[in-house]
């Protein structure tokens, strides 16, 4: 007897947004009116404010049955809130939509969890914006490595992590501005699973913290990988870098050379052909 097996209808996860913000009304309605646009509509939102004095509590207010949770207190920085937030989610994903971010378009949550995921970390490419310009795209490569997550500054809000791995551990309070580089590195290392999301799921606000301390942000990053990586396994990574930009070098040079020759033997061909006109064969 044949067992017809009948697929599971898929079914949207909850999906947890913690927003923090500090003193920043203007950035504050914007995230709010990004996510009130939604049509995808199971959403566990909460809303850390560090006790803003700015009309950002009043804001808050006035959309609190909006929100799952909301606080308008005093912490101790921006993982400390954070920390705070995580604690509060309930969503089986977990994304960071600080004041100032926005999702991309009002469908974005309904495109990207319109199947079912395994991955631990689900990662979207990004528009860095400053003063409502695009300044940047970000296309990220479907696959994530230890190398990639060293090179490449990605940016964190654009990140869904499965919340059972902040049950685990939260993030480092002590770091100011990269504990999120250090967290997703430590993932890297722990062999959680990535998965790539081809579309620009935000906004990221590029006059945030993390970019106009971008010294501080390189400083803290190489700290923390050298805490975490042995000086073995870095010195394999400058040496991959060095091979990759050597081999690109080299197909650059191979692109230029053929086309050089391309270029004599168009130019030769047009010669020829002048001459024949010329002498009447033609």
């Known amino acids: 007897m044949n067992h017809v097996i009948t697929p599971q209808p898929h079914t949207p996860p909850l999906i947890s947004i913690i927003?923090?913000?500090?003193?920043?009304?203007?950035?504050?309605?914007?995230?709010?009116?990004?996510?009130?646009?939604?049509?995808?509509?199971?959403?566990?939102?909460?809303?850390?404010?560090?006790?803003?004095?700015?009309?950002?509590?009043?804001?808050?207010?006035?959309?609190?049955?909006?929100?799952?949770?909301?606080?308008?207190?005093?912490?101790?920085?921006?993982?400390?809130?954070?920390?705070?937030?995580?604690?509060m989610a309930n969503g089986k994903y977990v994304q960071f939509l600080n004041s100032g971010d926005s999702l991309w378009d009002k469908n974005i949550l309904e495109r990207v969890f319109a199947k079912d995921y395994e991955a631990d970390i689900l990662f979207g490419d990004c528009n860095l914006v400053e003063n409502g310009e695009v300044k940047e795209m970000l296309h990220y490569p479907d696959v994530m490595s230890l190398r990639e997550i060293l090179d490449i500054n990605f940016v964190h809000n654009g990140m869904f992590f499965k919340r059972e791995l902040f049950e685990q551990e939260l993030y480092d309070e002590s770091v100011k501005i990269s504990a999120d580089f250090k967290f997703n590195v430590k993932k890297v290392l722990e062999n959680k699973t990535f998965e790539h999301i081809p579309l620009i799921t935000i906004a990221y606000d590029a006059t945030g913290i993390s970019a106009s301390q971008f010294d501080l942000l390189l400083e803290e990053q190489k700290e923390i990988a050298s805490s975490l990586i042995s000086p073995s396994i870095m010195k394999d990574i400058d040496k991959l870098r060095d091979l990759l930009k050597d081999d690109c070098l080299e197909r650059i040079q191979a692109h230029r050379n053929r086309n050089r020759m391309f270029h004599k033997m168009v130019t030769f061909n047009l010669m020829v052909m002048d001459f024949l006109t010329r002498i009447g064969i033609r």
């Open 19 to 87: 927003t923090i913000n500090l003193n920043n009304l203007d950035g504050l309605r914007k995230t709010i009116q990004s996510v009130l646009e939604q049509t995808y509509k199971n959403i566990d939102w909460i809303i850390i404010d560090g006790g803003s004095t700015d009309g950002s509590r009043e804001l808050i207010e006035q959309n609190a049955d909006r929100f799952a949770y909301w606080v308008s207190e005093p912490d101790e920085g921006i993982y400390n809130a954070m920390n705070k937030g995580i604690r």
